[in-house]
């Protein structure tokens, strides 16, 4: 589902500027020129303000990453983490309502720990749609197959009565409202999650007890969906 290193040894890598240390030095990278790509726009980026604002020497990115291209390519692959998932459990066969719990669990983990807030991403990949090419079928795609995964539950009857199109576009919609307001909205007296995880559980949770034709099932649904999740692990919230 994903290649995160979560869990592995600390890296150790190339000497740092700024005497900084990282766990992850590949995903610091990433979200740094995340940011930057954001604000000034992706040409407007070098690899050394990059590595400036990382902390590392020009010539240890390349340790890292090759070429801008090369993270530009890796923001996109993690923005498909969630769709390459859908369209394999579109391949499974049994109950519905798991993989869709899966699923819905899946893109709130996987928005909340990527590098980038989604709406800055989709609004660079608006304004440089030569850059950031395949970014608005991605998200056809996904809606798509999340619609198709709704209607497959109605047909099923593990879901209740909904339109399958409507419904996956408010579930995505609520997804990426729910990571948006782990990065930007909490006010100063409110506490993060403890982890992605409590709060991709709690949202996927907060569908799967509104669509369920049952909601006495959802506990099951949920123990079931884990089959389908590779990575179960808690970790800290990207903000």
Not at 176 to 186: I, K, N, P, T, V
């Amino acid at each position: 589902m994903t290649d995160r290193e979560l869990g592995n040894p600390k890296r150790t890598g190339r000497p740092r500027n700024s005497g900084r240390d990282s766990a992850n030095p590949r995903e610091e990278i990433l979200k740094e020129a995340s940011r930057l790509f954001t604000a000034q726009g992706v040409a407007a980026t070098t690899i050394s303000q990059i590595a400036e604002s990382v902390g590392l020497r020009q010539s240890s990115m390349y340790y890292y990453y090759k070429s801008k291209e090369e993270i530009l390519s890796t923001l996109m692959e993690k923005n498909r983490e969630s769709l390459t998932l859908a369209e394999k459990l579109m391949e499974e066969d049994g109950p519905v309502a798991p993989r869709l719990y899966a699923f819905l669990y899946t893109d709130v983990r996987q928005l909340c720990t990527a590098p980038l807030d989604f709406y800055e991403l989709e609004v660079a990949a608006q304004g440089q749609p030569q850059v950031f090419e395949g970014f608005d079928d991605d998200c056809d795609k996904l809606r798509a197959v999340s619609a198709r995964l709704v209607e497959l539950g109605v047909d099923s009857g593990e879901l209740r009565e909904t339109d399958p199109v409507d419904t996956a576009l408010m579930l995505l919609s609520l997804n990426e409202g729910a990571q948006h307001r782990l990065w930007h909205g909490r006010r100063e007296d409110e506490a993060a999650p403890t982890n992605s995880h409590a709060l991709a559980r709690s949202v996927a949770d907060y569908h799967l007890s509104s669509l369920l034709a049952d909601a006495s099932t959802l506990a099951a649904v949920r123990d079931a969906g884990r089959a389908f999740v590779t990575e179960y692990e808690d970790d800290q919230p990207a903000a």
